[in-house]
């Protein structure tokens, strides 16, 4: 099959990439779009050492496997857990000790034409929602993945930082909630996009001192973090939202004393993120910039590393 293949110096193209195989637990997907995302890209900077093909964000058609799922369009969570450990039988199969994570930890993704997913990993896509909007469910998942760690009240004022495609969705869904939103970016034409949905915005240098209930930390900075331990009020919620890969020093003496409660916040379910596309709460494929073919695959990511790039698609 065609792919691209990570091999921890370069994204490469290789037309004769060996295929996956499907089983009795394992389908078989045809990709129809794969995104790229930030952890895509520091992958491609070194984080977890990485080597294969990358990709986790995509929407396909079941070509083999169990047979319930043939034919279907779907989408797929990204954590291959055991299902059998304490952590799997606490619920907890996203933190499995031994999980393998798609295009980022001992699995091959979706940077290709196929890709293998244990079928209980798999979400059928509403007939409603678009290819373009469901390649989204992923990340959509993960910010909604927020609403199920904290309970957010309309009174509450919370401050988004960061205006990549996480941090856009992020907004999105806890304006949901009616809680007062600003999202905090350094770039006017993604700050635009989400002005029509009556979420306040605000440009980095003019974003003025003051104190939220909750703070999203979505830069994926070092720089992002600390503006995010600043801005929340004491005992106040930071929620971290993206990974920081490079290295850092960072006084945590603030956290203590203001009696800080911090989340982290990972991976969602893809239910509340698949209703939301169904019925049209976010909006999602305004954040398009491009698409490419799996062939420029290396000319796509060097495009989604832009700054104030918005989201990237493959299309195999």
Known sequence: MQAAYWNGQRLA?????????????????????????????????????????????????????????????????????????????????????TRRVMGILQADGTFAEYVAVPAANLHPVPAQVADEAAVFTEPLAAAFEILEQIHLQPTDDVVVFGDGKLGLLCAQVLHLTGARVHLVG???????????????????????????????????????????????????TLVLKSTVAAEHHLSLAPLVIN?????????????????????????????????????AAGDAAAHASRRGALKVLLCP
């Open 13 to 97: 193209f290789d037309p004769a990439y060996p295929a996956p195989q499907a089983d009795e637990k394992t389908a078989l997907v045809r990709v129809s779009l794969a995104g790229i995302c930030s952890t895509d890209l520091q992958i491609f900077q070194g984080y977890m050492g990485f080597t294969g093909v990358p990709g986790h964000e995509f929407v396909g058609e079941v070509i083999e496997g169990p047979t319930a799922l043939l034919g279907q369009r779907v989408v797929g969570e990204i954590n291959f857990a055991c299902g059998q450990c304490p952590t799997c039988a606490k619920g907890l199969g996203r933190h499995c000790p």
């Open 186 to 236: 350094r770039h006017g034409h993604k700050l635009e996009l989400l002005r029509p949905h009556g979420i306040r915005t605000v440009l980095l240098p003019d974003h003025p001192p003051g104190q939220a209930d909750v703070v999203v930390e979505a830069t994926g900075s070092a720089e992002g973090l600390q503006r995010a331990m600043e801005t929340v009020r004491p005992r106040g």
């Open 259 to 295: 009696e800080v409660t911090v989340i982290g916040s990972r991976c969602g379910r893809f239910p509340p993120a698949l209703q939301a596309l169904s019925h049209n709460r976010v909006s999602v494929t305004p954040l398009i910039e491009h698409v490419y073919s799996l062939t």
